[in-house]
């Protein structure tokens, strides 16, 4: 047996000669993607990709070796598809993002919609972003702000999209895939939860309490811990919750939402910070009708479906990296009426402008379906 020294000068001798073949075949992918763009050709050859791999692994009979030479030849290609795609925006033949980019956004007279009631969370960070003299008005449900946006009601829309403790808030995932807007700004609100209770109840009396569902996985441990046997109600808003316990006038009853519906509905607070993780915030987009953002906007939102096919999803993120974009956020959703196939949503980091950003969604864009690109913020 050779030792330990040689065997590595063997593998450095291999290694030198895939790296020359490497980058003789990397030539010859530019040769055809001069070929393709002189003749509109798509970069993605799916067909001619699939029947390569199946011609490299045929005959072979040692599993490791097939899985091996499939991911080996895989990750050639899509190194390949990247260079062209790379071509393919230096000759400015790039994805139309839709978006137009602008100095700044005039807030002056602008109407706003929130979910909810008069105290709601969305409220506070819809006073926090656009100032508290912002002409805004407030909405059942997150579809109805969303409605009002599409109908031109408001010009802009205040939703939750995120919560440091009980994750995202997957309703507003759907409607931003659903509804033709844009993301232009967020706002992050510190969430403190209190007890509210009539002026007459006791933290003992208090027997049902009602809030969002957030809101109260936000206070499980305490609901579980310090009022065990407690019955929970799920309402639409947590302000909506404090104003049904002023108009039950119950002391049995109880609303978990901010300490300023306290003062608007006649309440008193039982106890305060009841959350349980007291570094709790939520995120909240700000959302526009137009798709416009600004040129120093670095956060990226986009969404995506996928064909349900082993290594579809990792070679897709292969994008960011590739580009040097830091992903900071994935999830995913179920399509409706198509059961366990999901649209991936996915924040990262850049600017629409950005020549990174700008390769990367070349190469989304040809290997991803519904590609949808839902603000740069």
């Not at 699939?50 to 692994?57: N, P, Q, R």
């Not at 807007?181 to 002026?199: M, V």
């Not at 007459?200 to 569902?213: L, N, Q, R």
């Not at 700008?358 to 290997?367: D, M, R, T």
Request: charged content about 25%; some cysteine; overall charge negative.
């Amino acid at each position: 047996m050779e030792d330990l020294t040689q065997i590595r000068q063997n593998i450095d001798d291999v290694d030198n000669e895939l790296l020359s073949l490497f980058k003789k075949r990397l030539a010859y992918s530019c040769d055809v993607a001069e070929y393709k763009i002189a003749h509109n050709r798509p970069v993605m050859d799916k067909a001619r990709e699939e029947a390569k791999i199946a011609h490299l692994t045929e005959g072979v009979k040692d599993s490791f070796m097939e899985v091996g030479i499939r991911e080996f030849f895989s990750l050639i290609m899509s190194i390949s598809r990247k260079k062209q795609y790379q071509m393919l925006a230096e000759r400015g033949i790039r994805t139309d993002t839709g978006f137009t980019c602008v100095g700044s956004f005039n807030l002056t007279g602008v109407r706003v919609v929130y979910q909810g009631v008069e105290g709601a969370y969305s409220q506070a960070a819809t006073n926090d972003f656009f100032g508290k003299d912002v002409d805004s008005f407030h909405v059942a449900t997150w579809r109805d702000a969303m409605d009002a946006l599409r109908e031109k009601k408001a010009d802009y829309a205040v939703l939750p999209i995120e919560n440091s403790t009980a994750g995202t808030v997957s309703q507003n995932l759907d409607l931003l895939s659903e509804y033709d807007c844009a993301i232009i700004g967020e706002e992050i609100l510190k969430i403190d939860h209190a007890l509210l209770g009539t002026k007459d109840a006791t933290f003992e009396s208090i027997k049902h309490v009602y809030s969002h569902p957030q809101a109260l996985m936000q206070c499980a441990s305490f609901l579980r811990c310090d009022m065990d046997g407690v019955v929970t109600t799920q309402v639409e808003n947590t302000a909506l919750a404090a104003q049904k316990v002023k108009e039950d006038n119950d002391p049995t009853e109880a609303a978990i939402a901010g300490s300023i519906n306290a003062s608007l509905y006649d309440l008193q607070v039982i106890k305060s910070s009841i959350q349980d993780e007291k570094d709790n915030e939520t995120r909240f987009i700000i959302v526009s009708a137009k798709k416009i953002f600004r040129r120093d906007a670095c956060n990226i939102s986009i969404c995506f479906t996928l064909p349900n096919q082993e290594g579809s999803l990792y070679g897709i993120l292969t994008h960011f990296a590739f580009n040097g974009i830091n992903m900071s956020r994935i999830e995913s959703r179920p399509l409706k009426g198509r059961p366990w196939e999901y649209r991936f949503f996915v924040d990262f980091e850049g600017n629409l402008l950005d020549e990174g950003v700008i390769n990367a969604l070349v190469g989304l864009s040809c290997e991803t379906d519904d590609l949808k690109i839902l603000g740069n913020y």
